[in-house]
Structures are given as structure tokens and as C-alpha cells.
């Protein structure tokens, strides 16, 4: 059976900028994609300073546990920042507290 370890525990970040294009001039989706860190503390510093160097905008972060003999993968406590009805300060994030 899968032990739930901190060693397994990673943290997602994704970035959202709308000013970037939806769509580049050749028709091909701009995606915006995740950064996976091994730790919060390297996560919370990637999103604050993308925040704070005017990358983005907005940032979604959420943790998952890594599972080899899974087949799937759920993300959970799924956080955001910049949106409608977020947190006005990064830090009150409870992932960030």
C-alpha cells in the first residue's frame, strides 16, 4: 500500500498572465504551463517573485503526492492569487502560512 510521505509530496504552479495572447500570430495555443517544485518554500518563492518581477498576474498552486503504482494523479488544495475574491496578500495563503 502507498504511504502518504513527505518525500512524495510535491506542489504545482501555474502562472496567468492575460495579457499574454490567447493565440500566437502562426494560429498555435500560448500555453501557460506548470512549474512542479519539490518543496512549498521553493514554490511560494517562484510565485511570489513572478508576482513581484511582473510576470504574471494571477497564480493558481496546488500540492499532489507522487504515486508510482497509481495511474493518476489528483491535485489538492488547490490555491489562487490575483482572481476575484482571492486573498489580497500572497501570504495569507494558507499553503503560504
Known amino acids: 500500500m502507498f504511504k502518504m510521505e513527505a518525500k512524495n509530496l510535491r506542489y504545482i504552479v501555474f502562472l496567468i498572465d492575460a495579457r499574454m495572447p490567447k493565440y500566437f500570430s502562426n494560429g498555435a495555443i ?3 504551463d506548470g512549474a512542479i517544485f519539490n518543496n512549498i518554500e521553493d514554490a511560494k518563492e517562484y510565485a511570489l517573485d513572478s508576482i513581484d518581477q511582473n ?3 494571477k497564480f493558481i498552486i496546488g500540492e499532489f503526492l507522487i504515486n508510482t503504482q497509481s ?3 489528483g491535485i ?3 490555491e489562487s492569487f490575483g482572481f476575484k475574491h482571492d486573498k489580497k496578500k500572497p501570504n495569507q495563503l494558507e499553503l503560504f502560512s
Open 55 to 57: 510576470s504574471c498576474e
Open 30 to 32: 500560448n500555453c501557460q
Open 76 to 78: 489538492q488544495n488547490i
Open 71 to 73: 495511474q493518476f494523479i
